[in-house]
């Protein structure tokens, strides 16, 4: 028997996809742990939630916080939205595989996928259960697609994000943590207890949502070329919330369970497909720099399912006919590479620069910025004019040398490649300029000469 498609990987742009796909076709999920059980947990701005989502979300994040270790705060309500909704992962991917098994597909649990041939009549996968032939084949794997390696395709230049944390319960309440808080970041004084040590030295970011009057999910974040393990974080992780004096809210928490992962930060694919063979979700690289994988796959998988099955309708299953499938309803703009630039900034600067940064949100500041930015940029919803206004604010504050001296230069012309990935080369043709990337090098990057905003 031949399936219309195979969709190895039951995390949730497998199900997602595989539960539209199956009201049409013959699908089979192939699964190598248990379809619809993750590691992972999310919150999604609220227009990604369509009518069939919304049921399987509850809350959400309606004030923001910055805390630094040197004293600065900020905090401000949401604004672009009223709320950004939780999503409820035990309810709503065993939802998914319930609606893919009641369309009459199935769903294979314990079943690895080892490798497949392609040739004129379909795709033959070889699993831990046995060979099945379909006429498609769809990559829903994950960050580390074992698919996208076999084709030679690297991603040994990609940023990661690493991510270790728990969902907690408080037994002695939040001591001042609101329900809805969501704590954007928090640095450390560092255990080196140099004032200007780098986090790429010393500690992750530290976040937290409060989901509900006793519970928080509580988190460190890498964002890095290499993947930091799980046994390197939890230690991390573990003395972060028990011994810092200022997550002392943390030190009572009882650890209800563990999450944790890794996701490529907007390292765009160029290579969506291949004969017969499509990416989708972290294979593809759905993500936006500041992470949003979920987001982009609630967003996109009715579209992007859609296309899939015009394409079997026609059976236009070739590389260019499956890649040129858009994969994307965000808005593809300029707002990707501020994103870019915004989320290696704040994840990467050293805890000072964090500290003058948060202290743009404070309206008596002389270089003061609307909060409702933040969220913009976090969104990917800021128009080109705001972009502007948030270079040419940012710019007033840094040197531009200190804004660009994060990472290696190289990296930042690797961002804008990969942000022309998303936007188009005409669109970031400014920022190169900006840059100086190909052209003329910034003549004295000690002075903001290198961005005339102002
Ligand atoms: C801790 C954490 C918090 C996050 N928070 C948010 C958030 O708040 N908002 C947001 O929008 N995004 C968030 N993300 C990102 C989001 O979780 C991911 O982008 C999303 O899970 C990607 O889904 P996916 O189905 O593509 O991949 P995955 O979730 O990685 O699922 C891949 C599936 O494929 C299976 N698989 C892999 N290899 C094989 C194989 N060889 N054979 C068979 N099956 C295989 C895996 O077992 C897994 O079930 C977060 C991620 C993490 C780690």
Same mark, same amino acid.
């Given at each position: 028997m031949?399936?219309d498609a195979?969709i190895i990987g $039951?995390?949730p742009?497998?199900?997602?996809?595989?539960?539209e796909?199956s009201l049409?076709r013959?699908?089979?999920?192939?699964?190598?742990?248990i379809a619809?059980?993750?590691?992972?947990?999310w919150?999604?701005? @609220?227009d990604?939630v369509?009518?069939s989502?919304?049921?399987f979300?509850?809350?959400?994040?309606?004030?923001f916080l910055a805390?630094t270790y040197?004293g600065g705060?900020a905090?401000?309500n949401?604004?672009? =939205?009223?709320?950004?909704?939780?999503?409820?992962e035990?309810?709503? &991917?065993?939802h998914?595989?319930?609606t893919?098994r009641?369309?009459g597909?199935e769903?294979l649990?314990q079943?690895?996928y080892?490798?497949h041939?392609v040739?004129a /009549? $379909?795709?033959?996968v070889d699993?831990a259960r046995g060979? !099945?032939?379909?006429r498609?084949?769809?990559d829903c794997?994950?960050?580390?697609?074992m698919?996208a390696?076999?084709?030679?395709?690297?991603r +040994?230049?990609?940023?990661w994000w690493?991510?270790y944390?728990?969902?907690?319960?408080?037994?002695? $309440?939040l001591?001042?943590?609101?329900?809805?808080?969501?704590? @954007?970041?928090?640095?450390f004084?560092d255990t080196?207890?140099? +004032?200007d040590t780098?986090l790429?030295?010393g500690r992750?970011?530290?976040e937290?949502e409060?989901?509900?009057e006793?519970?928080?999910f509580s988190?460190?974040?890498?964002l890095?070329r290499?993947?930091?393990?799980?046994?390197f974080?939890e230690?991390?992780?573990?003395?972060?919330?028990?011994?810092?004096?200022?997550?002392s +809210?943390?030190h009572?928490?009882?650890?209800?369970?563990?999450?944790?992962?890794?996701?490529p930060?907007?390292?765009?694919s160029?290579e969506?497909a291949?004969e017969?063979?499509? =990416?989708?979700?972290?294979?593809a690289c759905w993500?936006?720099?500041?992470?949003?994988?979920?987001?982009f796959?609630l967003?996109?998988?009715? /579209?992007f399912t859609?296309?899939?099955e015009?394409?079997l309708? #026609?059976?236009?299953l $070739?590389r260019?006919?499956l #890649?040129?499938?858009?994969?994307?309803r =965000?808005r593809?703009?300029g707002?990707?590479v501020?994103?870019?630039?915004m989320?290696?900034?704040?994840?990467?600067?050293?805890?000072?620069?964090? /500290?003058r !940064?948060i202290?743009l949100?404070?309206?008596?500041?002389?270089n003061h910025?609307d909060?409702i930015?933040c969220?913009k940029?976090f969104? &990917?919803?800021i128009?080109?004019a705001?972009?502007h206004?948030?270079l040419?604010t940012?710019l007033?504050?840094f040197?531009?040398?200190?804004l !660009?001296?994060?990472?290696q230069p190289?990296d930042?012309?690797l961002l804008?490649?990969?942000a022309?990935?998303y936007?188009?080369?005409?669109?970031?043709?400014?920022?190169?300029h900006?840059l100086h990337?190909?052209?003329?090098?910034?003549q004295n990057?000690e002075?903001?000469?290198?961005f005339?905003f102002a």
């Amino acid at each position: 028997m031949q399936y219309d498609a195979i969709i190895i990987g $039951g995390g949730p742009a497998g199900l997602a996809i595989a539960s539209e796909l199956s009201l049409t076709r013959r699908v089979l999920v192939v699964e190598k742990g248990i379809a619809g059980n993750t590691n992972r947990s999310w919150f999604v701005p @609220l227009d990604v939630v369509d009518d069939s989502v919304r049921p399987f979300t509850y809350g959400g994040v309606t004030r923001f916080l910055a805390n630094t270790y040197s004293g600065g705060k900020a905090q401000w309500n949401a604004r672009q =939205f009223p709320r950004y909704p939780y999503v409820d992962e035990k309810r709503l &991917l065993p939802h998914w595989v319930d609606t893919i098994r009641v369309n009459g597909s199935e769903v294979l649990d314990q079943c690895e996928y080892r490798s497949h041939q392609v040739d004129a /009549d $379909g795709v033959l996968v070889d699993t831990a259960r046995g060979k !099945f032939a379909a006429r498609l084949l769809i990559d829903c794997t994950g960050y580390n697609s074992m698919i996208a390696r076999q084709y030679g395709i690297s991603r +040994a230049s990609y940023y990661w994000w690493s991510v270790y944390g728990a969902i907690g319960d408080h037994p002695n $309440g939040l001591d001042g943590m609101q329900v809805g808080d969501y704590m @954007l970041w928090q640095t450390f004084a560092d255990t080196t207890a140099s +004032a200007d040590t780098s986090l790429q030295q010393g500690r992750p970011l530290f976040e937290y949502e409060i989901l509900d009057e006793r519970t928080s999910f509580s988190l460190i974040l890498y964002l890095r070329r290499e993947i930091m393990t799980r046994e390197f974080m939890e230690p991390v992780y573990n003395r972060i919330i028990r011994e810092e004096a200022s997550t002392s +809210a943390f030190h009572g928490m009882a650890v209800k369970e563990i999450k944790y992962g890794w996701y490529p930060s907007a390292s765009v694919s160029q290579e969506l497909a291949r004969e017969r063979v499509i =990416f989708a979700g972290d294979a593809a690289c759905w993500t936006t720099p500041c992470g949003w994988g979920m987001s982009f796959i609630l967003n996109n998988y009715r /579209d992007f399912t859609a296309r899939l099955e015009q394409a079997l309708s #026609a059976d236009r299953l $070739g590389r260019a006919e499956l #890649a040129a499938i858009p994969h994307f309803r =965000f808005r593809e703009r300029g707002e990707i590479v501020l994103n870019a630039l915004m989320t290696h900034f704040l994840s990467n600067a050293s805890a000072p620069m964090l /500290d003058r !940064f948060i202290n743009l949100f404070n309206e008596t500041s002389p270089n003061h910025i609307d909060p409702i930015y933040c969220e913009k940029v976090f969104t &990917l919803d800021i128009t080109p004019a705001e972009v502007h206004t948030v270079l040419a604010t940012l710019l007033k504050e840094f040197h531009l040398k200190e804004l !660009f001296g994060i990472l290696q230069p190289d990296d930042y012309k690797l961002l804008v490649e990969e942000a022309a990935a998303y936007v188009g080369e005409s669109v970031v043709e400014e920022v190169r300029h900006w840059l100086h990337f190909g052209g003329d090098k910034p003549q004295n990057p000690e002075r903001n000469s290198g961005f005339d905003f102002a």
